[in-house]
Structures are given as C-alpha cells and as structure tokens.
C-alpha cells in the first residue's frame, strides 16, 4: 500500500514549514537536499504506528527463530544508524 507523498526541496520546505507540517497529516512529505531525498515529514501518530510495528516484527522474527542469543551482536540501533549521541540529544 503506498500512501500519497508530497516533494519538497530544502529550501521549499524550510520557506514552507507550516505547510508541510500541516500537510504531514495527510501524505507524507519528502524533503529533498541537492535533488535527492534526504528525510521524510510525517506526523507524530504515524511515526508511533511505524515504531509499534517495528516492535512487534522484531519481537515475532526472535520468537520465530528460538533462540535470540544468536543475535546478540544485532541491534536495532545498527540497523536504523541511530548513532549513540543522537539518542541522548533533546530536539
């Protein structure tokens, strides 16, 4: 299923912030950065939604396979490149 999407340049977007935060409700927005997208816009409920499930496959891929130790050097961290310094930062 894709969801409807809305393209904006860097630029657009920051001259635009209340309208693509508004428009994020309803489509998601990419925002471009010298013509190749570089991040997604959507809302906050959304966002939840995508975590939940997340979580959820995660939690039946380690069910599936018995044996979670297996994965022990595989973190979800690793596999989304959330650096350590970026979970500790305020925004």
Request: aromatic fraction near 12%.
């Amino acid at each position: 299923m894709r969801v409807k999407q809305d393209f904006y340049s860097l630029a657009e977007a920051k001259a635009k912030f209340s309208k693509v935060v508004d428009d994020a409700f309803s489509k998601d927005i990419i925002v471009t950065k010298n013509g190749k997208p570089a991040v997604v816009v959507m809302s906050y409920e959304k966002y939840a939604k995508i975590l939940d499930f997340i979580d959820k496959v995660w939690d039946l891929y380690l069910l599936d396979l018995g044996d979670p130790s297996l994965f022990k050097e595989l973190r979800l961290e690793e596999i989304f490149e959330i650096e350590e310094n970026e979970n500790s930062e305020s925004h």
